[in-house]
């Protein structure tokens, strides 16, 4: 069952309209990137998709029931959430930030040693989350919502992971290590949504996109290489792109910027 979005609309108080009459879906057992421009409402679909905002109009439903219609305990179960950047008091240290997230969970030291494992992080078990780099720190955050969706008796996990740009400052290693990661869990039954910038990363594991436009509306949803194609990002990024293989793997480059550059 899909976690759905169904005509919502959202603005910040007295600011312009961010999401207009947005349909979207993300389905479970796949990986499901959400691309855009700077400023699309990418972040800001994320947090309605994991109930951290309430759309204007329109509704969120998890296989069927209104998001806002779940208790916390219950939220906690299906769905985890990673934010673009982590808000949290920076001397706490990694394995207290990775044990976050099943405090509305039932205790379990195991699942936050497996999650510490998971984002090779376990040498960096008792390190001051702020003294990690950014990248570090990501992945951090991938094992706290990893330790939330280990639970062995919600299995085949009906359960959904929103991550956005959960890989934006991590070494090529580290970005392929966890997007395998993530693509695991996908195949275990979890729905996966992440905003991303790197297309070519998402070219390469993700199953389907959501392309969403400046105007706050989706331009293109579907499969992934029906979306990510050279003529919808160059209509949307406004910057022409080209596509192709590499070792079987898609690339996507943009090419140069169709807007001149300022004359002096
Ligand atoms: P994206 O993630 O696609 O870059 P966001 O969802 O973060 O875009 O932001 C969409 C628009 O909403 C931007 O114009 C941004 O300035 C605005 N915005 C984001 N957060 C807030 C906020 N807390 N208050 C007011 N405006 C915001
Ligand atoms: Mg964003």
Redesign the pocket.
Known sequence: MPLSATNISFN??K??L?LDAVDCTIKPAAITAIV????????????LLAGLSSPHTGTIEIDQTPLNSLTPTQRATKLAYIA?RSALAFDFDVKLVVSFGRLALKKDPAAIDRALERFDLTHLANTPLGTLSVGQQQRVSLARAWAQLDDPLNSPPNAYLLA?EPTSAMDPKHQLHTMHALEQLASTGVGIAL?AHDLTLAARYADRAIL?NTQ?QIQTQGPINQVLTPKTLTQVFDTPFISGQIQGHPVLLPLTTTTAAPQS
Do not use: E, H
Not at 36 to 47: D, I, Y
């Open positions: 910040y108080p600011g312009p961010i855009g421009p700077n400023g699309a409402g990418k972040s800001t679909l994320l947090r673009q956005d905003v969403l706050g």
